[in-house]
Each structure stands twice: as structure tokens, then as C-alpha cells.
């Protein structure tokens, strides 16, 4: 093993709060919308792509007025999410700087462009990580993204770690072990390793 690609939202941190938040502003104005977003709701989305879950949140609303409300939604987030940050699990910078030591880390995430790098911004995080991918960059699915990283970083034998099942199928689909991260969003069955809290990476992996 040479290296841990990670998954953010149910892995490295929860940004729920700081999204409702921000997507609500938006969705008050709406003149087809009449509801507040919840965080049952964005946590059925978890793992999804932004196309998914403007299908699943906004199901009353044509393709066009989903991507439209989607963009101005993902654009105040990412605003939102530089400012205050998300909800960081126990113990991450200090397991991030012992595995750097090691290993080297990446981040795949299926989120937008600019939102991991409000994650990097507000949290200070991104000394420890050599690269990241995402949909909203390349427009491809997790499993190509994976691959994608594996592949210009001249990767041999990484692992992936996520919460959900999606993530789960993305490590498949690139061919290398998936670490369940229970503590997350996702319910999985069939993994290669699993953690109950982030920390567990360091009895699994030193």
C-alpha cells in the first residue's frame, strides 16, 4: 500500500449545517419551492452527484430549473462553507499529518468544483494532500475520478476510503480496497476494512 485516497462529506467532515444554511437562503425565494430542506434530506443525498440530487431534493422541477437552482445553491455553499467550514470528525488533523508521514493522501469526492478546496481553505487541511478530484471538475464518476488520480500520480497500490455505498462501488469500479468509515453517512455491507471513528486508521494502517 502506497497510498489513501479519501472521500469528504461522512469521512473527513460534516458540512450539513453550513449547507442548510446556505441552500435555504436560496430556496426561500423560490417561487416553486414552499419547503426548507432538512437534514434527513441532504443526508439521502450523500455520495450522489449533483445531477442525482437535484433529480431527488427538487423532483417538481423540470432539468433546466433543477440545474439552474442547483448552481446558484452549490455557488452560496461554497461561499458559506470558506467562511465557517464544516463539522471536522475527532482527531483529523493529527491522524492526516501521522499518515502523511507514510503514506501519500488524496481526496475524490463527488461534489463540485470548489468545494473541496473551501474545505482546504477554512480548515487549513491542504498541507497534507497531494491531490483531489471531483465531478464538477472533470465530469466523471467517482470510480473514473479515482482512477483518474490513480493515474497521475503514478499510484500502485492505494486503498479508498469512504461511508457509502457509492463509494463502496467506486473503489470496485477502480480495481482497489475500500475502507468503510461506519461513522458516516452510509449503510454498506461489503467492504475490505471498516473504522468506527477516523482514528482507527492509524491502528489499521501503522
Known amino acids: 500500500m502506497d497510498s489513501i485516497i479519501f472521500d469528504l462529506d461522512g469521512t473527513l467532515w460534516n458540512s450539513i449545517d453550513t449547507v442548510l444554511v446556505a441552500w435555504n437562503s436560496i430556496l426561500k425565494d423560490h417561487p416553486k419551492i414552499e419547503r426548507e430542506l432538512t437534514k434527513k434530506d441532504f443526508g439521502s443525498t450523500m455520495g450522489l ?8 431534493l427538487f423532483p417538481s422541477l423540470n432539468e433546466e430549473e433543477q440545474k439552474q437552482l442547483l448552481k446558484e445553491c452549490c455557488t452560496l455553499e461554497t461561499e458559506h462553507l470558506e467562511r465557517k467550514g464544516g463539522a471536522l470528525y475527532d482527531n483529523i488533523e493529527h491522524v ?5 508521514k507514510k503514506y501519500k493522501l ?4 463527488n461534489c463540485q468544483d470548489g468545494y473541496i478546496e473551501a474545505f482546504y481553505k477554512f480548515h487549513k487541511l491542504e ?4 491531490d483531489y478530484e471531483n465531478p464538477g471538475r472533470t ?3 467517482k470510480g473514473e475520478n479515482i482512477k483518474l488520480v490513480m493515474e497521475r500520480n503514478n499510484l500502485s ?3 479508498y476510503v469512504g461511508d457509502t455505498e457509492g463509494d463502496r462501488q467506486a473503489a470496485k469500479h477502480a480495481g482497489i480496497p475500500f475502507v468503510y468509515a461506519r461513522y458516516g453517512f452510509g449503510q454498506v ?3 475490505d476494512f471498516a473504522i468506527s471513528r477516523f482514528d482507527e486508521l492509524l491502528d489499521l494502517f501503522l
Open 127 to 130: 498541507k497534507y494532500f497531494i
Open 189 to 191: 455491507e461489503d467492504f
Open 157 to 159: 497500490s492505494p486503498v
Open 106 to 109: 488524496y481526496i475524490v469526492s
Open 139 to 141: 465530469g466523471l464518476s
Open 96 to 100: 492526516l499529518e501521522t499518515l502523511s
Open 49 to 56: 452527484q449533483i445531477q442525482e440530487i437535484g433529480r431527488m
